[in-house]
């Protein structure tokens, strides 16, 4: 069997796939992408089991196919080739790979595609359509603010709860918490689930600046298709804390300033932070934060004072700079406010402008102030 194809087009669709394959797979045939060509239409699929992508390019094939093909030998080979029609055949019996090119030829071993693992099956879904930047946005909001902490799995990912024609995206590793929601989607469905941090890593990077998404979902498995692309990613079995227990409800004093001068504030006093805390110390009077961080192992000392509009009692409050600084990057606008209640309790962090039809709450637990 031999087929034809642009090298250039084949490497960026191989690049899409590659998402999903890893080095270090328990199944060696995961460390192969499997080609299944019908007609003129090649589909190309990576998986880990967790997480597979499938993408679809247009070729000229004297025959159908089904084989695996090393990953990393194959994107190698294709990286040092200039864009140029290539021809790659297939023998049917040992599935032996030959490449041809302008430059030469190249041969190695597939494998019989029958053993590739099959992908999830949708079976039993729900689907709900949604704008590709609204998903990619709620993603870089709350994917970071997931723990690494395998042995609390629900944390791991982001919870995705879809209320009708409204989702929110919820994000946590006990220290801070991200809560994304938007509406303007298409949806009957009232349901949720927890999406893997690694999926949804590889999603905000595939997904296109504009157009629809279709999310399809059961009880094992979520679904993705936009453009020539599927993903499917499997769920995480568990279940997400009860976040909005965590979230204070009267927060009467009210912090604003200006997002940039913070930010660029934080940044030079964590400098002198202890590198094992972080911890900024907020001292908060009318019309005046200060900053103020040290580190007495290496006698460093800074402190720095801002305006502000604050209402509420004046407080001393602790926050790790590093939390405080993630929270920020995933905010927009030009100022925002922080709600506090005492110095014990979470404050909460959100701009103070936001987009119709979005809401971004930001929570960050304090420190204890020695």
């Given at each position: 069997?031999?087929?034809?194809?642009?090298?250039?087009?084949?490497?960026?669709?191989?690049?899409?796939?590659?998402?999903?394959?890893?080095?270090?797979?328990?199944?060696?045939?995961?460390?192969?992408?499997?080609?299944?060509?019908?007609?003129?239409k090649l589909t190309?699929?990576?998986?880990?089991?967790?997480?597979?992508?499938?993408?679809?390019?247009?070729?000229?094939?004297?025959?159908?196919?089904?084989?695996?093909?090393?990953?990393?030998?194959?994107?190698?080979?294709?990286?040092?080739?200039?864009?140029?029609?290539?021809?790659?055949?297939?023998?049917?019996?040992?599935?032996?790979?030959?490449?041809?090119?302008?430059?030469?030829?190249?041969?190695?071993?597939?494998?019989?595609?029958?053993?590739?693992?099959?992908?999830?099956?949708?079976?039993?879904?729900?689907?709900?359509?949604?704008?590709?930047?609204?998903?990619?946005?709620?993603?870089?909001?709350?994917?970071?603010?997931?723990?690494?902490?395998?042995?609390?799995?629900?944390?791991?990912?982001?919870?995705?709860?879809?209320?009708?024609?409204?989702?929110?995206?919820?994000?946590?590793?006990?220290?801070?918490?991200?809560?994304?929601?938007?509406?303007?989607?298409?949806?009957?469905?009232?349901?949720?689930?927890?999406?893997?941090?690694?999926?949804?890593?590889?999603?905000?990077?595939?997904?296109?600046?504009?157009?629809?998404?279709?999310?399809?979902?059961?009880?094992?498995?979520?679904?993705?298709?936009?453009?020539?692309?599927?993903?499917?990613?499997?769920?995480?079995?568990?279940?997400?804390?009860?976040?909005?227990?965590?979230?204070?409800?009267?927060?009467?004093?009210?912090?604003?300033?200006?997002?940039?001068?913070?930010?660029?504030?934080?940044?030079?006093?964590?400098?002198?932070?202890?590198?094992?805390?972080?911890?900024?110390?907020?001292?908060?009077?009318?019309?005046?934060?200060?900053?103020?961080?040290?580190?007495?192992?290496?006698?460093?000392?800074?402190?720095?004072?801002?305006?502000?509009?604050?209402?509420?009692?004046?407080?001393?409050?602790?926050?790790?700079?590093?939390?405080?600084?993630?929270?920020?990057?995933?905010?927009?606008?030009?100022?925002?406010?922080?709600?506090?209640s005492t110095p014990?309790?979470?404050?909460?962090?959100?701009?103070?402008?936001?987009?119709?039809?979005?809401?971004?709450?930001?929570?960050?637990?304090?420190?204890?102030?020695?």
């Open positions: 069997m031999k087929f034809s194809v642009s090298s250039g087009d084949l490497l960026k669709k191989l690049q899409v796939a590659g998402g999903a394959v890893a080095s270090n797979n328990v199944l060696p045939i995961l460390e192969n992408f499997l080609f299944v060509i019908s007609g003129d190309i699929t990576g998986s880990d089991l967790e997480t597979t992508i499938s993408t679809e390019l247009s070729v000229k094939s004297d025959d159908d196919i089904n084989v695996a093909i090393p990953a990393k030998m194959l994107i190698d080979t294709l990286k040092e080739l200039p864009d140029q029609p290539i021809s790659i055949t297939v023998d049917h019996d040992s599935f032996g790979v030959s490449i041809s090119s302008s430059s030469g030829n190249y041969d190695f071993s597939g494998r019989d595609g029958a053993e590739f693992p099959q992908p999830p099956r949708q079976d039993d879904v729900d689907s709900i359509t949604l704008e590709s930047s609204l998903l990619q946005k709620g993603i870089n909001k709350t994917v970071f603010a997931t723990s690494p902490d395998e042995l609390r799995p629900a944390m791991t990912g982001v919870f995705f709860q879809i209320d009708f024609g409204k989702m929110t995206l919820v994000a946590t590793d006990a220290q801070k918490l991200v809560r994304y929601t938007f509406s303007d989607i298409e949806s009957d469905v009232s349901d949720s689930f927890i999406l893997p941090k690694k999926g949804l890593n590889l999603l905000k990077n595939l997904l296109p600046g504009e157009g629809d998404v279709t999310l399809s979902f059961n009880k094992a498995n979520a679904f993705l298709s936009f453009g020539d692309i599927n993903v499917a990613c499997r769920l995480i079995d568990a279940r997400f804390p009860d976040y909005e227990n965590v979230i204070p409800k009267d927060n009467p004093n009210e912090l604003t300033i200006s997002h940039s001068e913070f930010k660029s504030a934080l940044r030079r006093t964590s400098i002198y932070a202890n590198k094992t805390t972080n911890q900024i110390i907020f001292d908060i009077t009318a019309n005046t934060l200060t900053l103020s961080s040290q580190d007495t192992d290496f006698s460093y000392n800074a402190t720095e004072r801002m305006m502000c509009t604050f209402t509420g009692e004046p407080m001393k409050i602790g926050f790790n700079a590093k939390f405080l600084l993630e929270l920020l990057n995933a905010t927009e606008g030009d100022e925002i406010i922080i709600k506090l014990q309790r979470p404050g909460l962090m959100s701009p103070v402008e936001q987009m119709d039809g979005e809401d971004i709450l930001m929570l960050v637990m304090p420190l204890i102030l020695r």
